[in-house]
C-alpha cells in the first residue's frame, strides 16, 4: 500500500544512495592509520539507485491514482 510517509522514506535512502555512489566515484579506496579501506560495491549501489527510483515512481502513481478516486465532483443546482 502506497502512503506519503513510506515514500518520503524510499526518497530518503535513495539521497542517501546517491551520496554513497558520490563517494565511491570520487574514491573507491582510501587509507586511515595504514589501513586501507574500500567503500561498497559501485554496481551494488547503482542497481539499488534503480531500484529505488523505480519504486518512488510506482509509489507515486499508486498515489496519484488513489487522490485521483477520492475526488468528487459537486454540481450545484438552483431549483
Not at 52 to 76: C, F, H, N, S, Y
Request: hydrophobic share 45%; charged share 35%.
Amino acid at each position: 500500500m502506497a502512503d506519503a510517509a513510506r515514500l518520503a522514506e524510499m526518497r530518503v535512502r535513495l539521497a542517501d544512495y546517491l551520496a554513497a555512489e558520490k563517494a565511491i566515484l570520487s574514491s573507491q579506496s582510501y587509507m586511515i592509520e595504514g589501513m586501507t579501506l574500500t567503500r561498497a560495491n559501485l554496481a551494488d549501489v547503482q542497481r539499488m539507485i534503480t531500484k529505488l527510483e523505480k519504486d518512488i515512481a510506482r509509489e507515486e502513481k499508486i498515489l496519484i491514482g488513489t487522490a485521483a478516486k477520492r475526488r468528487r465532483t459537486v454540481i450545484p443546482k438552483d431549483w
